[in-house]
């Protein structure tokens, strides 16, 4: 029994020299462990980039290569991440407060100015379409895939120095390719702006700019949206206040049919017996 109590004590005595520290250790306890003066009430820091990734979860399909984007595409998407505007109104519901984002979307008649200006606009857009017609020539132009492929949009691929340039129908920011097919096909256009109000695009009122919130982008690439803050984002978060967004199907052979300015197009839907269903869309 006594050698019983003798093993107890000792192995009490270990456990206590673990807890408390021991040698130079100890120091370090007794200051960690120190009451400390209340912090003073200063305004938060402006945000950088998370420069320690392992503090926050990255999608496994977030690129990690480096050398992936250049020092002014990565200068572009840290100017976006600073702009002190806050999330869209309607937060999350914003996006599906823009139009109707489940089916088509109802043009309307457009005046006779309305109507040769979008004329205009319209084909300046078609005619630039060569200009992107496959990856090789998009990357050429400073485009990187962004995210990876979506029902009824297909891939966006995007140039994010040009986001905070004005509207230019022949200059799309993103640029949507289809890669169901070998190689991959280029089937529409997609603005993304940066404006405090919703931008001045195509002529009359059926170009419906939609907006998300909470964009958390990594190495270039789109990591998660609908980041609750920056502690949620390894890389640059896009709070989306002021970013707005248009498809455009401006690819003739895939001309959508719910409409040019539809967020989804039933050509790039799940088949069902063959036939693309919008049905099958995210809705």
């Known amino acids: 029994m006594r050698a019983q109590h003798l ?14 520290g021991c040698g130079s250790r100890s120091d370090e306890a007794s200051i960690d462990s120190a009451p400390q003066p209340a912090a003073a009430n200063v305004e938060a820091p402006p945000h950088t980039p998370n420069s320690d990734p392992e503090t926050v979860r990255i999608n496994f399909l977030t690129p990690q290569d480096a050398g992936r984007i250049t020092d002014g595409e990565a200068a572009a998407i840290q100017a976006i991440g600073a702009s002190p505007a806050g999330p869209p109104a309607g937060g999350a519901a914003a996006m ?14 457009l005046s ?36 990876t ?41 997609a603005y ?19 907006q998300h ?3 958390c982008v990594v190495n270039g690439w789109l ?7 920056h502690e949620d984002c ?26 040019d300015f539809a967020v989804f197009n039933p050509f790039l839907c799940p088949s069902r017996i063959g036939t693309p269903d919008d049905l099958l869309c995210p809705h």
């Open 223 to 229: 990591d998660r949206e609908e980041s609750v803050g």
């Open 192 to 210: 993304w702006l940066q404006s405090p109000t919703k931008p001045v695009g195509f002529a009359g009122d059926n170009d419906v700019w939609h």
């Open 234 to 259: 390894a890389g640059t978060l896009f709070q989306g206040g002021d970013l707005w967004m248009l498809h455009a199907w401006v690819v003739d052979k895939y001309k959508n049919r719910d409409g």
């Open 149 to 189: 492929p979506e029902n009824g949009i297909g891939t966006h691929w995007v140039s994010w120095e040009q986001i905070a340039k004005p509207f230019d129908p022949a200059h799309p920011a993103m640029l949507l390719f289809d890669e169901r097919r070998s190689p991959a096909v280029l089937v529409g256009f």
């Open 112 to 147: 006779a100015g309305d109507a040769a200006l979008f004329g205009r606009q319209w084909a300046a857009a078609q005619a630039a379409v060569a200009n992107f017609d496959t990856v090789a020539q998009a990357a050429a132009l400073g485009y990187v895939r962004a995210a």
């Open 213 to 215: 919130t909470g964009l």
């Open 96 to 109: 599906s407060d823009m139009g109707n984002m489940d089916g088509m979307n109802m043009e309307q008649p």
């Open 7 to 20: 093993i107890s004590a000792i192995l009490c005595s270990a456990l206590l020299a673990v807890v408390s």
